[in-house]
């Protein structure tokens, strides 16, 4: 079965860290592109990271660009996204989506729920 | 920074047919894709490529393109198809992705 599953949310205090993974099954992780996107409560989605197959082109929204690295192990079909200095507005279910071209997403993860507060 | 424009919500009756426009001046060189969301749940992708409908999604649900225009047409629609729908594409140059900001479905 074709999957994505998020993990590492949480509760984290304004300034701190967190590590979001994002475990994929099911297809050749390495020939995809994969992206985060978020959405606050209430709001609609941003795309925040992304990242191709092999690692050779990276995207930062201005949002997180300096804050947050997202990064890949091929051999482990696992996907991340380290999230540094995090802020109130960084509050939102992140989603990890496999990205096929051009610019579509035709798979997500349920989510995971990252909550900046303290 | 580049910006796609939906109306934030549509109500209609059973039956009826919805039209979900969004607009953006990249959108006569991008491709377009369309995703429901309900309550609590991820996005779920409907159409790509402006017009193609994935494996699995209903005959009722369909694209189409003009200019710097695409819509998202449902024919007939249902109780179960009250969710939101966002667009997305991605800038003139294709170096970042763009989603709308979502149209609510409300079906009276």
């Known amino acids: 079965e074709v999957q994505l599953v998020e993990s590492g949310g949480g509760l984290v205090q304004p300034g701190g860290s967190l590590r979001l993974s994002c475990a994929a099954s099911?297809?050749?992780?390495?020939?995809?592109?994969m992206t985060w996107v978020r959405q606050a409560p209430g709001k609609g989605l941003e795309c925040v990271s992304d990242?191709?197959?092999?690692?050779?082109?990276?995207y930062y929204a201005d949002s997180v660009k300096g804050r947050f690295t997202i990064s890949r192990d091929n051999s482990r079909n696992t996907l991340y996204l380290q999230m540094n200095s995090v802020r109130a507005d960084d509050t939102a279910v992140y989603y990890c989506?496999?990205?096929?071209?051009?610019?579509?997403?035709?798979?997500w993860g349920r989510g995971t729920m990252v909550t900046v507060s303290s | 920074s580049y910006e796609l424009t939906q109306p934030p919500s549509v109500s209609l009756s059973p039956g009826q047919t919805a039209r979900i426009a969004c607009s953006g001046d990249?959108?006569?060189?991008?491709?377009a894709c369309w995703y429901q969301q309900k309550p609590g749940q991820a996005p779920l992708l409907l159409i790509y490529?402006?017009?193609e409908r994935p494996s699995g999604i209903p005959g009722r649900f369909s694209g189409s393109s003009s200019g710097t225009t695409v819509t998202l047409t449902i024919s007939g629609v249902q109780a179960e198809d009250e969710a939101d729908y966002y667009c997305?594409?991605?800038?003139?140059?294709?170096?970042?992705?763009?989603f709308g900001g979502g149209t609510k479905l409300t079906v009276l």
């Open positions: 989506a496999r990205r096929t071209g051009p610019h579509v997403f035709d798979m």
């Open positions: 099911g297809f050749t992780f390495s020939n995809y592109a």
């Open positions: 990242i191709t197959g092999i690692a050779d082109r990276i």
């Open positions: 990249a959108l006569a060189k991008q491709y």
């Open positions: 490529k402006d017009t």
């Open positions: 997305q594409s991605a800038d003139s140059s294709g170096s970042y992705e763009v």
